[in-house]
């Protein structure tokens, strides 16, 4: 009988060896012939007296089991609403179950584990009755549903704590962080480490020794480490502070945090069957919610299919990056040079002074050594990664580059000249980029030979740390340019979304309104801290103010004043640009300066410029926080919309992404277009009407929408 | 309806409630019949004519668990034919036992009724019955649960009260409290508590610090700031998002005395009061339960009071004497703020940031101080209250005969 998805070998001791190797996919993930294979595998080794034991392993060496497939999940969803709960309930317990029948089957089964084990691969191998798991450090195991909205759902939060306690196992479950094979032994959550090529026999002599087909927690005497319960005061005190603890981080936007406290709290009261019966309940209300599948189509599917280059051009040949010439060795230049080598390409950084060069290259050096102090990086690859910068003042250096980046002063003649220089030594037709974050590209384009060649590749900061990169494509780029664009931000391991250039492209352009709004608001006597925490406790990464701080408020000053002169008459004045222009008066520049919107003292947290308020009085009237989280995350949501409606971004997917990992748009959501099918597009219009009276047209509504509501479309299907 | 008067009040002295405090090694349930049966010795009362003993005890686990005024009645010899009955509202409970007996009296069901409390902090552990509200993820999710000190604090940042604010209100506490002492203000109440072989061992509050000056006061650190810091605060600005920042302002030395105590009401029908001799003191006039929110959970005071009042036909300047409970200095001093009253009307004898707040039994306590300082200065109305934990408060309202 040939498998699709568990292969399963008898040996001559009686040992049923069941090997994960699922077809169709590059990693091992659990789909339906996984489930109904280890069903029958599981069956068989329970009814043939023959069989002593089975041991479970991978065929593959990059995964022993990366967890269910989420497509399968969202494909079940899209079906839901012609499910009952009670048919999704049963549909999410059936790989319970068939866990918990791996543990009760009667016959010792051993998990013998030779690579990355998350989500339903920890979940099977927290169900086996021994673990083996191969001493090497890169093997991560860990239970990161919660990271797409979801708890874990296949006993995650009823066999982790009982393994390794309630107070240990909460943070594995609810931040989803892996631990390593050492840590996994640590935490009790594998018996034995051993040799790769060993780990199967280490199983086998486990069942040959006499291994017990049962498990701790159905035993009668057993007892949680660490406690149980809710008389255990150790208990008390772990479910009074983790809600909170919980919160403070995710500001109560993300349910699945409650409902694995709760599956954790309630489960551990009750045996093992019943407890999970209580996970499941919790895991379909995550199912029923709208948070889990709008955060598990943007942060888990389309994430990877952008991250696999779903732009690109099909036509194009594989352009990968050896030697990239990067123009500019400031913070935005120094960043790309440090994740560039880091993938092991090499880097020319070029400045006007070899000072500048220097001090750029440095910025690479102090991350290393950062990173050597927390071994995060071992001495070699430290050293490879310092020798592949060479930090220069001289053009000539340029020559072989395969990719110019250009990251000098916002300013078109400064952009040009160094574009003509580069020019001058680069190979012919070199595809050049910029890093330009308000210029538009089909200008700058004019200033290099080849406009089909240049394209935009604009980074966010800190450089390092932001994982997505806007590639902006102007009127003359090319498929050539595109590709090779791509290509390269999948070399750095950065996520890419494509758009068309415009002003402010897509990205900066969106997220503007964000503090505009805000500013919007303190001019009419908003109380700042209102404004500010609506954004925070709505899951924007940071607050309207203390970005615009970080932003600089001469720079959204000199925007402003841009945008103004460019626009011409149709320039929408907001009060916003008041606010700015008066704080930039007033010399309050934001973080650089250390004042801005926030007063930043110097051993105390900043907070908020008391002066504001005699600037802009209270109002007597408040808003509801309700009302100040819908203008903010609105009037996002709507420039969105603008920008789809102006082909600046051309599909919802990249808007979604582009939000959430390019200014930090609520993950929550899933992005601001899931948002607004979340919220009806219908409803959606109305309420943005109704804004729109009450505060002028920022707020008013597309026809593109009117159009959706009329036709009842949404944007996804 | 039926009036229902007070007759009598007796409270055990508060010790403090540690393992070092005077009543630390007598049973909760010794503490509350020697209380019960002093008032029975001191009234001369038919034991058959009493309905009921209704008792507030907050964490009614182990030696308090099981309804303990019931058997606290048989320790006190009130013989089998009294029935008992244990009420919860966390700290408003012995002013909810006082009312709920006059409730029995004024609805006709009942005659002569005992209401009181007891709270042996000591020897039952604050917060050892635990409850879904302390640590049910979906409760304390769907409340915005946090520790009592985070709400005071709360109600500090928001209403405006400063640390000096609080710390110059407990001085007060202290001051009043040591004044009315010496003054003899509490001789009527106080049974002095003796051990099984008749040592006297507590006769008076021993939590009180007298000497106390904002000076010292502003020494201490306050008790909250890192619990907040852990996430209590994100919990409870959430609910509150015009809070830029959090005002920690409590420490033990303005917020209530963890103490053990036992008080007692003796309530009863004007005819009951006849047949037994006995002297009516003051009549219950109406009570009023209110729920807030859950999360600052001790804002409830202004909100009961004015309840109270407008089920009585009554306005504040109607009332004489305040006495609100000082779980914290912020409670009061917020009460205060929204009764439009100054503080030198509230508390005159001290409260419970000097003397201590034995849970259950605080409420019933309060409720004899007012009458004892209605007939000491000749006033008419009382208004008793309580912050309440949850989101609750409770208010009763007397007026002397």
Same mark, same amino acid.
């Given at each position: 009988?040939?498998? +699709? ?28 012939? #996984? ?7 599981? %069956? ?122 309630? &107070? ?6 609810? &931040?989803? %962080? ?30 040959? /020794? ?15 480490? /660490? ?9 008390? &005190? ?26 954790? #709290?309630? /489960? ?14 919790? #895991? ?35 352009? +990968? ?5 990067m123009l500019g060795a400031g913070l935005m230049g120094a960043g790309i ?14 400045d006007r002074?070899?000072?500048y ?17 927390? +071994? ?28 110019i980046i250009e990251a000098v002063l916002e300013d078109p003649k400064v952009k040009a000249d160094v574009t003509k220089k580069a ?9 050049y980029g910029s890093n330009t974050s308000t210029l538009p590209i089909t200008m700058l384009a004019k200033s290099y /030979?080849?406009e089909d +060649?240049f394209i935009g590749i604009h980074f966010f900061s800190p450089v390092?740390k932001m994982p997505l990169v806007e590639i902006i494509v102007g009127e003359n780029t090319?498929?050539?340019a595109l590709?090779?664009a791509?290509?390269?931000?999948? &070399?750095?391991?950065?996520?890419p979304i494509v758009v068309n250039d415009s002003r402010g492209f897509y990205t900066s352009r969106c997220f503007m309104t964000y503090p505009l709004e805000a500013s919007n608001m303190l001019a009419e006597g908003i109380a700042p801290a209102l404004i500010e925490n609506s954004g925070v406790y709505a899951g924007m990464a940071v607050g309207p103010f203390a970005v615009n701080d970080e932003v600089g408020i001469d720079l959204s000053h000199h925007i402003g004043e841009a945008t103004k002169a460019a626009l011409g008459d149709k320039f929408q004045k907001e009060a916003s640009h008041d606010v700015i222009g008066k704080l930039y008066e007033l010399g309050r520049n934001g973080k650089k300066n250390k004042k801005g919107f926030y007063e930043y ?5 900043k907070f908020l410029w008391p002066g504001l308020q005699d600037h802009y009085p209270l109002a007597d009237e408040q808003p509801t926080q309700e009302e100040v989280t819908k203008r903010l995350l609105y009037r996002q949501a709507l420039e969105v919309v603008r920008c789809m409606d102006e082909n600046v971004v051309t599909a919802a997917?990249d808007a979604d992404i582009g939000a959430i990992f390019g200014w930090g748009f609520a993950?929550?959501t899933?992005g601001p277009i899931s948002m607004i099918?979340?919220i009806?597009i219908?409803?959606f219009v109305e309420e943005c009407d109704a804004l729109a009276e009450k505060y002028g047209p920022a707020f008013k509504v597309p026809e593109s929408l009117r159009k959706m509501r ?5 944007f996804?299907? | ?68 005024? !019931? ?56 917060? $050892? ?5 302390? $640590? ?105 998002p015009?809070?830029e !920042? ?64 407008? *089920? ?67 006033? *008419? ?18 007026? !002397?005969?």
């Amino acid at each position: 009988m040939t498998h +699709k998805a568990v292969k399963f070998e008898l040996d001559n001791d009686g040992i049923a060896l069941m090997t994960i190797d699922v077809d169709g996919q590059s990693m091992n993930i659990i789909n339906k012939d #996984f489930m109904s294979e280890l069903d029958a595998h599981i %069956k068989t080794i329970a009814g043939d007296e023959n069989i002593k034991g089975g041991v479970i392993t991978s065929g593959r060496d990059n995964a022993f089991l990366a967890g269910a497939d989420l497509n399968m999940i969202l494909g079940d969803l899209a079906m839901r609403d012609d499910a009952t709960p009670e048919e999704i309930f049963e549909g999410s317990f059936s790989l319970n179950k068939l866990f918990r029948e791996v543990e009760t089957c009667g016959k010792p089964i051993a998990v013998a584990i030779n690579g990355l084990t998350l989500g339903g691969g920890l979940e099977l191998s927290m169900a086996c009755h021994y673990r083996v798991v191969a001493d090497n450090d890169k093997i991560k195991l860990g239970l990161p549903e919660v990271q797409v909205g979801l708890i874990p759902g296949a006993g995650g939060t009823q066999r982790l704590p009982r393994l390794m306690g309630i &107070q240990l196992a909460l943070p594995y479950l609810l &931040q989803g %962080k892996n631990m390593n094979p050492k840590q996994a032994l640590s935490n009790n959550v594998v018996h034995e480490i051993a040799p790769a090529d060993e780990i199967v026999d280490k199983a086998k002599a486990w069942i040959l /020794g006499g291994g017990k087909a049962e498990q701790p927690w159905d035993q009668k005497r057993f007892k949680i480490p /660490g406690g149980q319960g809710v008389y255990d005061p150790n208990i008390v &005190q772990t479910f009074m502070g983790a809600p909170a603890m919980t919160q403070k981080q995710t500001k109560n936007n993300y349910p699945a945090t409650v409902a694995i406290l709760s599956a954790v #709290f309630e /489960g551990h009261q009750l045996p093992m069957d019943q407890a999970i019966d209580v996970e499941s309940r919790y #895991f379909t209300q995550q199912l029923l919610g709208t948070i889990a599948p709008n955060m598990i189509r943007t942060l888990f599917v389309n994430k990877n299919k952008a991250d696999k280059l779903v732009r690109r051009p099909k036509d194009q040949p594989e352009a +990968k990056t050896k030697k990239l010439g990067m123009l500019g060795a400031g913070l935005m230049g120094a960043g790309i040079a440090y994740v560039s080598a880091r993938a092991g390409i090499e880097v020319v950084l070029l400045d006007r002074e070899m000072e500048y060069a220097e001090k750029g290259k440095d910025y690479s050096k102090t991350l290393v050594e950062k990173g050597l102090k927390r +071994k995060k990086i071992t001495q070699e690859k430290a050293d490879k990664l310092l020798s592949l910068i060479k930090p220069t003042t001289d053009y000539a250096d340029l020559e072989g580059c395969d990719l110019i980046i250009e990251a000098v002063l916002e300013d078109p003649k400064v952009k040009a000249d160094v574009t003509k220089k580069a020019e001058a030594v680069i190979p012919d037709g070199c595809i050049y980029g910029s890093n330009t974050s308000t210029l538009p590209i089909t200008m700058l384009a004019k200033s290099y /030979g080849h406009e089909d +060649k240049f394209i935009g590749i604009h980074f966010f900061s800190p450089v390092d740390k932001m994982p997505l990169v806007e590639i902006i494509v102007g009127e003359n780029t090319g498929d050539e340019a595109l590709a090779k664009a791509l290509d390269y931000v999948r &070399q750095i391991r950065k996520t890419p979304i494509v758009v068309n250039d415009s002003r402010g492209f897509y990205t900066s352009r969106c997220f503007m309104t964000y503090p505009l709004e805000a500013s919007n608001m303190l001019a009419e006597g908003i109380a700042p801290a209102l404004i500010e925490n609506s954004g925070v406790y709505a899951g924007m990464a940071v607050g309207p103010f203390a970005v615009n701080d970080e932003v600089g408020i001469d720079l959204s000053h000199h925007i402003g004043e841009a945008t103004k002169a460019a626009l011409g008459d149709k320039f929408q004045k907001e009060a916003s640009h008041d606010v700015i222009g008066k704080l930039y008066e007033l010399g309050r520049n934001g973080k650089k300066n250390k004042k801005g919107f926030y007063e930043y003292p110097e051993d105390e947290k900043k907070f908020l410029w008391p002066g504001l308020q005699d600037h802009y009085p209270l109002a007597d009237e408040q808003p509801t926080q309700e009302e100040v989280t819908k203008r903010l995350l609105y009037r996002q949501a709507l420039e969105v919309v603008r920008c789809m409606d102006e082909n600046v971004v051309t599909a919802a997917e990249d808007a979604d992404i582009g939000a959430i990992f390019g200014w930090g748009f609520a993950p929550w959501t899933g992005g601001p277009i899931s948002m607004i099918d979340t919220i009806g597009i219908s409803t959606f219009v109305e309420e943005c009407d109704a804004l729109a009276e009450k505060y002028g047209p920022a707020f008013k509504v597309p026809e593109s929408l009117r159009k959706m509501r009329s036709n009842g479309s949404s944007f996804y299907p | 309806m039926t009036d229902a008067f007070i007759y009598d009040h007796v409270r055990s002295p508060r010790g403090r409630g540690k393992k070092d405090g005077s009543l630390h090694t007598i049973t909760p349930i010794d503490l509350l019949s020697q209380v019960l049966v002093a008032v029975r010795e001191r009234n001369e009362f038919d034991i058959a004519d009493l309905d009921d003993v209704v008792t507030g005890c907050v964490t009614a686990v182990g030696e308090q668990g099981g309804n303990i005024g !019931r058997f606290a009645a048989i320790m006190a010899d009130y013989t089998d034919e009294v029935p008992g009955l244990h009420v919860n509202r966390f700290c408003a409970s012995g002013l909810v036992a006082a009312n709920y007996a006059a409730a029995r009296i004024m609805a006709g069901q009942a005659d002569m009724m005992i209401g009181c409390g007891v709270e042996s902090m000591s020897r039952v552990q604050m917060g $050892f019955d635990g409850g879904a509200w302390l $640590f049910d993820p979906q409760v304390t999710n769907k409340i915005g649960s946090v520790l009592q000190g985070i709400s005071a604090d709360m109600i500090a940042t928001k209403y405006g009260f400063s640390r000096d604010d609080c710390d110059e209100y407990a001085v007060l506490s202290q001051q009043r409290a040591k004044a009315a002492w010496d003054a003899g203000h509490f001789k009527g109440a106080i049974l002095p508590i003796r051990d099984s072989i008749g040592r006297t061992m507590l006769d008076h509050d021993e939590h009180m610090r007298p000497g106390t000056s904002t000076e010292d006061l502003a020494a201490l650190k306050s008790s909250f700031n890192d619990m907040g810091e852990l996430g209590f605060n994100s919990v409870i600005m959430q609910k509150y998002p015009e809070i830029e !920042r959090m005002n920690h302002v409590h420490h033990a030395g303005n917020s209530s005395g963890i103490v053990d105590g036992a008080s007692a009401v003796l309530l009863g029908t004007e005819e009951a009061g006849k047949k037994h001799d006995l002297k009516p003191r003051a009549r219950i006039v109406g009570f009023a339960d209110v729920g807030t929110d859950p999360s600052i959970m001790l804002t409830g005071p202004g909100k009961s009071a004015r309840k109270a009042l407008e *089920r009585a036909g009554l306005t504040k300047d109607d009332i004489d004497v305040w006495e609100v409970n000082e779980a914290f200095a912020s409670v009061v001093l917020r009460f205060c703020q929204e009764m439009d009253l100054g503080t030198d009307k509230v508390n005159v004898n001290g409260g419970a940031i000097a003397m201590g707040h034995p849970l259950g039994a605080t409420g019933n306590m309060l409720l004899g101080t007012a009458v004892d300082e209605l007939e000491r200065t000749g006033g *008419r109305y009382a208004l008793v209250t309580l912050c309440v934990a949850g989101g609750m408060a409770t208010a009763t309202i007397i007026e !002397r005969v």
